[in-house]
């Protein structure tokens, strides 16, 4: 028989539950992000007819409540700076995918551009989706002077598309 440690549980009774409870709606999430992996973030659980996508923000909700309640009893040693680097490297990585689909890159909804969106190219952000664009000032992309007509705008699939690919990847 192998040695076994003699763990005794956290004492804290507060810090223990909270742990515990932590650890369980980090267990539901995950079984709903299989779920909706497995069968679709649109499908519906089939006896309840849940739709996954609101099980699925229900348990992001619940991880958050549930990791917040833990911050609070031991002290937050949250490191947003970790979270920032995370982050900005699930950016980079969703860049590189998408430009390997062939995609654009909206800079203001963060979402891909697909061939059959309706495009406007911004001064700044480069080619972003028409809709998003929609309300800020428009400007002649060759004198960056204001103009008073309509935004210029085309379907993503009909510039060219090394170019499109491009600018559209581009984003980081
Ligand atoms: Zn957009």
Not at 31 to 50: H, K, M, W, Y
Not at 79 to 105: N, P, S, T, Y
Request: glycine share 10%.
């Amino acid at each position: 028989m192998s040695d076994i440690t003699l763990w005794k549980p956290e004492p804290d009774i507060l810090i223990h539950q909270a742990l515990g409870k932590a650890g369980e709606e980090a267990g539901e999430l995950a079984t709903i992000l299989f779920r909706c992996l497995i069968q679709g973030l649109d499908a519906s659980e089939p006896v309840t007819g849940e739709p996954n996508r609101r099980s699925l923000f229900d348990e992001i909700a619940d991880v958050l409540a549930a990791t917040q309640w833990l911050r609070d009893l031991i002290g937050d040693e949250f490191d947003q700076a970790r979270f920032d680097r995370k982050l900005a490297g699930f950016r980079r990585w969703q860049a590189m995918l998408e430009e390997d689909a062939g995609l654009g890159h909206c800079d203001i909804c963060a979402k891909p551009i697909h061939a059959d969106d309706i495009c406007s190219t911004d001064i700044e952000l480069g080619i972003c989706h028409a809709a998003c664009l929609e309300g800020s000032p428009t400007v002649d992309l060759e004198t960056g002077e204001p103009t008073a007509g309509k935004i210029d705008t085309y379907r993503y699939g009909d510039i060219a598309s090394p170019v499109g690919r491009t600018e559209g990847g581009a984003h980081v």
